[in-house]
């Protein structure tokens, strides 16, 4: 066992754990964000998708001592208190869910690319999104929501 500072939704954590331990399970079970899913254990389905250091990565194959010190964002901190993020507030618009599994892997990967291209092309997030599996088959209500928030401005 080691100690780990996480740096999570703003808040500082520290826990003592297996290095190779999972950053999912670090979320679910130690913090207690249950936001962040696990779907394949694999890195292919993108439900586990969270923002580190601005960047979408996929927390079932990232480990407690590769996010030791990074900022991290779940879902869970993608508001700002009570205020809705663009995003999220899009999907509502737009009635994106319907199993809502994919969700929040879907929300963290597209917060990701609105970091980074605020203003992104269609390709451009189609090319992105499609990298988290929705078996409902959302994709058109996905990629028209990201657009909504992109045109609103995209981040807080």
Request: glycine content about 8%.
């Given at each position: 066992m080691?100690?780990?500072?996480?740096?999570?939704?703003?808040?500082?954590?520290?826990v003592d754990l297996d290095p190779e331990t999972p950053l999912v399970w670090v979320l679910r079970e130690n913090l207690d964000l249950r936001g962040t899913k696990f779907g394949c254990g694999i890195s292919e389905c993108g439900s586990c998708?969270?923002?580190?250091?601005?960047?979408?990565?996929?927390?079932?194959?990232?480990?407690?001592?590769?996010?030791a010190e990074?900022?991290?964002?779940?879902?869970?901190g993608l508001?700002?208190?009570?205020?809705?993020h663009p995003l999220q507030e899009a999907w509502e618009e737009e009635q994106v869910p319907q199993c809502g599994y994919c969700q929040p892997g879907q929300l963290m990967t597209a917060a990701a690319?609105?970091?980074?291209?605020?203003?992104?092309?269609?390709?451009e997030i189609v090319a992105?999104?499609?990298d988290v599996l929705c078996r409902c088959g959302t994709y058109g209500r996905i990629?028209?929501?990201v657009d909504v928030?992109?045109?609103?401005?995209?981040?807080?």
């Open positions: 080691s100690k780990f500072d996480l740096h999570v939704n703003g808040q500082r954590h520290t998708t969270i923002m580190m250091d601005g960047q979408a990565i996929r927390s079932c194959v990232t480990t407690v001592a590769e996010a990074k900022k991290i964002v779940t879902v869970e508001a700002d208190g009570e205020k809705l690319l609105l970091e980074q291209k605020p203003r992104p092309t269609e390709a992105e999104m499609s990629r028209k929501a928030a992109a045109r609103k401005g995209g981040k807080r």
